[in-house]
Antibody, heavy 121, light 112 residues
Framework: QVQLQESGPGLVKPSETLSLTCAVSGYAISSGYFWGWVRQPPGKGLEWIASIYHSGSPYYNPSLKSRVTISVDTSKNQFSLELSSVTAADTAIYYC??????????????WGQGTMVTVSS | DIVMTQSPDSLAVSLGERATINCKSSQSVSSNSNNQNYLAWYQQKPGQPPKLLIYWTSTRESGVPDRFSGSGSGTNFTLTISRLQAEDVALYYCQQYSSTSYTFGQGTKLEI
């Protein structure tokens, strides 16, 4: 069974860079699929951040593109997110997801449990 | 960006009755390759990540009860839950994919 687990600091200072990692188990990233990040501010809706194919080729939410970097490490079976110049508006639960973009439409079929990141000094 | 607008924002339905949630996209979300729509629905319960229910507008994800169904075309889509059960109380989101970008609706809260 595919499982995703986010890790990273729960508190980030304004203007700094948020860095998160998602460890995947039960499936080898190198076998296929895209892998991505979705966030959810407290009490609010969902926002897709970015996705990346197992061999590279990232794509980003246009509204966040200038601040976001997504990368994949198939040797560790994990992928990562960096979001620079954070503000309080970036406070959210960050979910890592398997992005099923292809024959099954384009959707997110596996989700991590999410990690809360607060931006505050 | 394509904007997804759900209605209503909240909905109260009696057990055993039907619930209908609507989702409207600001532009077409159809696939160029197979004439299907990149429209999915998710269910989110408190303290949990969202769960994929339906993709390609009307295809149920494996393990999803058949009381959940999706329909629609063009820019108007619907999630229907027939015979509402207590465990269906949740937030529901629609989601589209177009031009290498995803957006979600604002969510609909379903209550008994």
């Amino acid at each position: 069974q595919v499982q995703l687990q986010e890790s990273g600091p729960g508190l980030v200072k304004p203007s700094e860079t948020l860095s998160l990692t998602c460890a995947v188990s039960g499936y080898a990233i190198s076998s296929g699929y895209f892998w991505g990040w979705v966030r959810q501010p407290p009490g609010k809706g969902l926002e897709w951040i970015a996705s990346i194919y197992h061999s590279g080729s990232p794509y980003y939410n246009p509204s966040l593109k200038s601040r976001v970097t997504i990368s994949v490490d198939t040797s560790k079976n994990q992928f990562s997110l960096e979001l620079s110049s954070v503000t309080a508006a970036d406070t959210a639960i960050y979910y890592c997801v398997r992005d099923r973009n292809g024959a099954w439409g384009a959707n997110f079929d596996y989700w991590g449990q999410g990690t809360m990141v607060t931006v505050s000094s | 960006d394509i904007v997804m607008t759900q209605s209503p924002d909240s909905l109260a339905v009696s057990l055993g009755e039907r619930a209908t949630i609507n989702c409207k996209s600001s532009q077409s979300v159809s696939s160029n390759s197979n004439n299907q729509n990149y429209l999915a629905w998710y269910q989110q319960k408190p303290g949990q990540p969202p769960k994929l229910l339906i993709y390609w507008t009307s295809t149920r994800e494996s393990g999803v009860p058949d009381r959940f169904s999706g329909s629609g075309s063009g820019t108007n889509f619907t999630l229907t839950i027939s015979r509402l059960q207590a465990e269906d109380v949740a937030l529901y989101y629609c989601q589209q994919y177009s031009s290498t970008s995803y957006t979600f609706g604002q969510g609909t809260k379903l209550e008994i």
